[in-house]
């Protein structure tokens, strides 16, 4: 079923006009624009390449020189060699040397520049993010999804530290990006919900808030931060926070490359671009083998609509989801490859490698498919502020950094990726941020804190959620329904499927989370609910009271149990507004 993203008085600045399936987040995963002719990306490269001197990484431009050397100094030297002192302020003054003398003044001048900022590279480590889309706690065969071949992420995990507790700050692809990119919070933001928004429905007792249809320009990202201290950029792969004006260009990425949503399986392609987006990370990452370098390679996969290799489906036929198993090997695969890559260059000791998702694993049937993954033991998935839908894969490898072989279960969150990559790299704390380093706990140094998380999500999802809100504090966490009201809270402790609610047993306990919860969304002046005074009780009830998707497990389910899905999918999609 296709139609457009309709144009509903709750407009939200310009909506696109991508088709996509009703209701559906597909919108968001197209490309906000067409992927740009290859020598549109050519222009681009050499646009950014003029102002930074990508290519060429001894000769910088005179406007470039004190940031570069003043980050040098900045930088704490393992070595103590302190090579990032003097620099420009000592260069001879060329204009009076004569003229025979001007070309060696000149090679002297520039290979001193060249060392000032070799020296800088040799003291930052180069950080490769690579995201994965809707990619689940459970997805991975590290994780304990045994069915699963992901032989080279189950390497990546051994070789470095895996987190059984990495959430995101939503359970959505856009406000988890944009968590990820300022260090903030989606709520504070006003960027909650992916771009550009379901639109309101009947079956709706409270209305979504008009939130932002970018990321503003003024935040300034991890790229922004990190390119300052002389980073190369590459954005490779989903943004999906703002198109044209908003685009990673103008976030601080030197490079953007979108790549293809969706391809078609062949030799040397998956079902979801990620060998096109591999082989452009390589080349970026060649390139720019002599200077630091930050490569955010933000896969499409597994996410919806997804196909693989025929032949690699067959051999995941024992899978949940053969096809979903296949497409996950297959960015296994890609993985692999670039990671070789780092090792043929040289590079690996000095390279920072992450690897995550930005959300939870896909629970429901939804487009085209009718099963996709489940999270358990967790309840839910990609949508729901329960388990399956907030906690991720998280995998950082540094080696002679950050120990090998270590499980860490304390909770850190996306949010906190901006201060810990800027931790990192030897820069300077970030201010105004939600965000918090946990440099210290990656590299060994701390176990972790007591620490509260607190999420704020006031939207209705495709995934059948409705507006809420949670704080995690320690082993409780309390989720609050903003329809009624309504508590819920858990010890996670005891019940990691969320399935015991002990709100009626602790009404003190519930009760002061509930505050705490309340003064974290006056501090961060949350957007709220409206009430829908064009509410439809009998379509609520259908889709949320009747059928609760929360708790549907479709690898516990027997026939009949996914019959039930699939149908409550259908009435989930008719209640979604139609193109005018
Ligand atoms: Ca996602």
């Known amino acids: 079923m296709k139609h457009q993203i309709p144009s509903s008085k709750n407009q939200r600045g310009s909506r696109r006009s991508e088709h996509f399936d009703a209701g559906s987040e597909l919108s968001g995963n197209a490309r906000p624009h067409p992927s740009p002719l290859p020598q549109e990306r050519e222009r681009g490269l050499a646009a950014s390449e003029s102002k930074t001197s990508r290519r060429v990484p001894c000769v910088l431009k005179r406007g470039d020189q004190h940031s570069a050397a003043d980050g040098a100094r900045r930088a704490p030297s393992p070595g103590g060699e302190g090579r990032g002192e003097g620099g420009p302020k000592e260069l ?6 004569r003229s025979s003398t001007l070309p060696w003044a000149l090679i002297l001048t520039f290979g001193f520049l060249g060392l000032v900022i070799g020296s800088s590279a040799a003291t930052r480590p180069n950080i490769i993010f690579i995201l994965a889309d809707d990619l689940g706690i459970n997805d991975l065969a590290c994780y304990g999804r045994k069915e699963h071949h992901t032989p080279n992420l189950d390497r990546l995990a051994a070789q470095g530290t895996r987190f059984t507790s990495a959430y995101c700050a939503q359970p959505i692809c856009s406000p988890s990006r944009a968590a990820i990119m300022t260090g903030k919070a989606p709520a504070r933001l006003h960027l909650t919900t992916y771009l550009p928004g379901r639109p309101d429905c009947v079956s709706q007792k409270l209305l979504h808030p008009v939130m932002r249809q970018q990321l503003p320009l003024e935040e300034k990202t991890v790229a922004e931060h990190l390119k300052g201290a002389g980073y190369a950029t590459a954005c490779i792969g989903k943004w999906h926070l703002g198109g044209k004006e908003f685009s990673p260009t103008n976030q601080g990425f030197d ?14 392609e998956g079902g979801k671009g990620e060998y096109e987006l591999t082989q452009w990370a390589e080349e970026f990452v060649e390139t720019n083998r002599a200077r630091p ?9 597994p996410h919806i609509p997804y196909t693989a290799k025929r032949e690699m489906a067959a051999q995941n036929a024992k899978a949940f989801n053969p096809v979903y198993a296949a497409v996950i090997e297959s960015m296994d695969d890609t993985v692999g490859r670039l990671l070789a890559k780092i090792d043929a260059l040289g590079l690996a000791n000095n390279t920072l490698v992450i690897f995550t998702s930005d959300n939870g694993g896909l629970h429901v049937p939804e487009g085209p498919h009718t099963t996709i993954t489940h999270n358990a033991p967790f309840r839910a998935g990609k949508g729901f502020l329960y388990e399956g839908g907030l906690r991720s894969p998280l995998i950082a490898r540094w080696l002679g950094k ?5 499980v860490i279960d304390s909770p850190v969150l996306n949010t906190d990726w901006l201060p810990t990559l800027l931790d990192c790299a030897g820069l300077q704390r970030a201010k105004g941020i939600d965000g918090e380093s946990f440099r210290d706990l990656l590299v060994g140094k701390s176990r972790g ?6 999420w704020h999500f006031p939207h209705y999802t495709n995934q059948g959620s409705q507006p809420a809100g949670a704080v995690r504090d320690g082993d409780w966490k309390l989720i609050e329904h903003y329809e009624d009201g309504r508590l819920e809270l858990f010890n996670l402790a005891n019940d990691i499927g969320e399935m015991i609610d002990l709100a009626a047993a602790e009404p003190k306990r519930a ?3 509930a505050k705490q919860l309340a003064r974290w969304r006056a501090e961060v002046g949350v957007q709220t609910n409206a009430v829908n005074s064009n509410f439809d009780a009998s379509a609520h009830r259908a889709l949320y009271v009747d059928f609760d998707p929360s708790r549907l497990n ?22 979604v507004p139609k193109a005018k």
């Open 92 to 97: 001879p003054d060329a204009g009076k040397l």
């Open 255 to 268: 490079v953007y490359r979108p790549g293809k949503v969706v391809t078609k399986p062949s030799e040397t």
């Open 293 to 301: 370098f930050f490569l955010y390679l933000a896969h499409d996969t």
């Open 402 to 406: 950050i120990p090998a072989g270590r």
């Open 449 to 454: 804190g007591a620490r509260r998380l607190f």
């Open 511 to 513: 009760a002061r989370m």
């Open 554 to 575: 479709l690898a516990g389910t027997d026939d009949s149990g996914r019959a039930r899905a699939v149908e409550w999918r259908k009435k989930m999609n008719a209640v």
